[in-house]
C-alpha cells in the first residue's frame, strides 16, 4: 500500500524551545501519520498532498486531559450547583442510554472538540452498562471522528452516595436517587482486560486505567487497577479533591492513611510517575509535594470546578511544589464548553489574582501544559504536543486573518488570551486531515443535527422525569452540602471567603 503523504507549506510553525511570539515559517513533512522532516523550504520527491499554511500559524494539536463523553446531551440544562447536586442529574442521564444515543453523544463531543483544535481527548467515560456493546459504538464513533482518544472507562466499586459526606442524614429514597449500590471489582478489571485485546492500542486509539476517585474504590479495587497499569503500562487518571467536602471525607474516613487520600493511593500502588489525579481544588501543600516528589501528576478542570460551586484550584501553590500540571474541560455539562483556549486563559488568569507580586509570563507555559504536558499525562510525551520529526503529526492550522490576530504581536499570547476557538481552519490528526478550511471531512454534520434533534425528543423527556422525581432531595442535599461548610479544613479556595 502506499504510503499517505502530507506536505503541510508555508505555515509559521510553533516551536515550544523557539520564538515562541514569532515562530518560523517552516514546511511539515508528514508520513503515515508521523511528522518526518521539520524545515524551510522542504524539497520534497514522489507523490504527496500539499496543505497550503501560508499565512497561518501552525500549532500542535491541544490535548484535553479530562473529559467525560456521557453527558454530552446535557450541555446547557445546568446552571451553577454544588457538585454532589448536579450528580443527582447527571448519572441518570448517562446510564442505559440506546445505541443511537451513545454514538451521537461521542460525535457530538469529538465534533466540538476538533472545531476548538483538540485533536486527543481523554475520555474518562462513565459507561453504563459496561460491555461489549457500548464499547465497540463509543470506539467506532472516535474512528468515525477521526479524535485521538485516550479512552478510559471508569470503574468502581464504592457506590456514589459515598461521594456525600453526611450520607446517612439524608433519607434512604434520596440515597437511592445517587446510587446505593457497589459494582463487583474482579468483573469490571477483567471486563478492561478484555477491552484492551478487543480493540488493542495502535493508530488514534490508546488506554488509561480509571478509577473513579479513591474514596469509591476499595483497597481491593485501587490494587487491581495498579496492577493492571502495571501489567499493560498504561496512565492512571482519578478524581481527587475536587470539593471540600472530599477534605472532610479524607480525615474522617480514611484516618488509618493520615486521613488523606494521597496516602491512600500511595498505600494501594497507586502513586508514581503513571498516576494523575483530576481537580485537586483542596489538596494540602504537604501533599502537593508529594505528588511532586513521585512524578505524579494534577489535571486542572478550572471551568467546572467554579460551575459546580467546587473553589479555585491553587495554581502558585502547585507551580511553586513543582508538580507536573495538565489541563481538562471536565463534563458538557459541568463546563458546558470543550475549549483548552478557555482552560489556557483561565490558567494564566488565576494565577495572576493569586499573587499580588508581577509575573512569571505564562502563555507559553501554559501552551505547553496543553500540549507536551497533557501528552504526558497518558504516557505519550515521547510522541504526542510538538512539531517534531518522529512525533505524530497532531496538527491545528490557525487562520493569522481572523480579527483576534489584528494587529498580530505574539503566537503565544495571542493563542492564550485572544483565541476563541474562531481561528482553527484546518486540523490534521496522525497525518488525516479532518477539518480542512472549515469543513469537516469525517462527520456529516448536517445528519448529525438530524439525529441528535431526533434523539433530543425522548432525551428531554427522560430528563424532565428526573428533575421531578429529585424535587424532593434537593432540600437534604443542601443541608449536607451546608454541614461541609461548617468545619474549617486549614485552607480556603474560594474568593472573597476566608475560611
Ligand atoms: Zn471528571
Not at 514546511?27 to 497561518?56: K, M
Request: proline share 5%; hydrophobic share 40%; aromatic share 6%.
Amino acid at each position: 500500500m502506499a504510503s499517505r503523504r502530507l506536505l503541510v507549506r508555508g505555515g509559521q510553525v510553533y516551536d515550544h524551545d523557539g520564538d515562541v511570539h514569532k515562530p518560523k515559517i517552516a514546511d511539515i513533512l508528514i508520513e503515515d501519520g508521523d511528522i518526518r522532516a521539520v524545515g524551510a523550504g522542504l524539497a520534497v520527491g514522489g507523490e504527496y498532498e500539499v496543505v497550503d499554511a501560508s499565512g497561518r500559524l501552525v500549532v500542535p494539536g491541544l490535548i484535553n486531559a479530562h473529559y467525560h463523553s456521557h453527558d454530552t446531551l446535557c450541555r446547557g440544562l445546568f446552571e451553577e450547583m454544588p457538585l454532589e447536586t448536579w450528580l443527582l442529574y447527571t448519572l441518570p442521564m448517562g446510564q442505559n442510554r440506546s445505541k443511537e444515543e451513545v454514538r451521537a453523544r461521542t460525535l457530538v463531543g469529538a465534533l466540538e472538540s476538533l472545531r476548538c483544535g483538540i485533536t486527543t481527548v481523554q475520555d474518562m467515560l462513565g459507561l453504563s452498562p459496561l460491555n461489549d456493546a457500548n464499547t465497540d459504538v463509543v470506539i467506532a464513533a472516535y474512528r468515525e471522528a477521526g479524535i485521538r482518544v485516550v479512552f478510559s472507562p471508569m470503574v468502581w466499586d464504592v457506590p456514589p452516595i459515598a461521594m456525600v459526606r453526611h450520607k446517612d442524614s439524608l433519607p434512604p429514597d434520596v440515597q437511592e436517587m445517587l446510587g446505593t449500590t457497589g459494582r463487583p471489582v474482579r468483573d469490571q478489571l477483567d471486563y478492561l482486560e478484555h477491552q484492551f485485546k478487543r480493540h488493542p492500542a495502535g493508530g488514534t486509539l490508546h488506554w488509561a486505567i480509571a478509577p473513579f476517585a479513591p474514596q469509591r474504590c476499595t483497597p481491593k479495587m485501587l490494587q487491581g487497577c495498579a496492577d493492571l497499569a502495571h501489567k499493560h503500562d498504561l496512565p492512571i487518571y482519578t478524581h481527587v479533591y475536587e470539593t471540600r467536602g472530599q477534605v472532610l471525607i479524607a480525615r474522617e474516613q480514611f484516618a488509618d492513611h493520615d486521613g488523606s487520600l494521597i496516602s491512600y493511593l500511595e498505600n494501594n500502588g497507586l502513586l508514581g510517575p503513571k498516576l494523575n489525579i483530576v481537580h485537586s481544588v483542596w489538596i494540602s501543600r504537604r501533599e502537593m509535594d508529594r505528588m511532586a516528589a513521585a512524578d505524579a501528576g494534577i489535571v486542572l478542570n478550572h471551568l467546572s470546578n467554579m460551575k459546580l460551586k467546587s473553589g479555585i484550584a491553587p495554581v502558585c501553590d502547585l507551580r511553586d511544589a513543582g508538580v507536573r500540571l495538565g489541563l481538562g474541560c471536565d463534563n458538557c455539562s459541568g463546563s458546558d464548553v470543550q475549549s483548552v483556549f478557555q482552560a489556557m486563559k483561565l490558567f494564566c488568569l488565576f494565577a495572576a489574582v493569586s499573587d499580588p507580586e508581577p509575573g512569571p509570563e505564562l502563555a507559553h507555559e501554559v501552551l505547553r501544559h496543553a500540549t507536551i504536558g497533557n501528552a504526558r499525562t497518558a504516557g505519550l510525551a515521547h510522541c504526542l504536543g510538538a512539531i517534531r520529526p518522529g512525533y505524530k503529526a497532531d496538527l491545528i492550522l490557525i487562520d493569522l486573518n481572523d480579527v483576534a490576530y489584528l494587529p498580530y504581536n505574539s503566537a503565544a499570547r495571542q493563542l492564550v488570551y485572544t483565541e476563541a476557538g474562531r481561528g482553527v481552519e484546518s486540523v490534521i490528526v496522525d497525518g488525516r486531515v479532518v477539518i480542512k478550511e472549515r469543513k469537516v471531512k469525517t462527520i456529516d454534520e448536517d445528519a448529525l443535527r438530524r439525529e441528535v434533534t431526533d434523539l433530543m425528543r425522548h432525551f428531554i423527556a427522560d430528563y424532565d422525569a428526573v428533575v421531578e422525581s429529585r424535587k424532593r432531595a434537593l432540600p437534604y442535599m443542601q443541608e449536607a452540602h451546608r454541614r461541609m461548610w461548617e468545619t474549617d479544613v486549614g485552607m480556603n479556595r474560594f474568593i472573597g471567603r476566608t475560611r
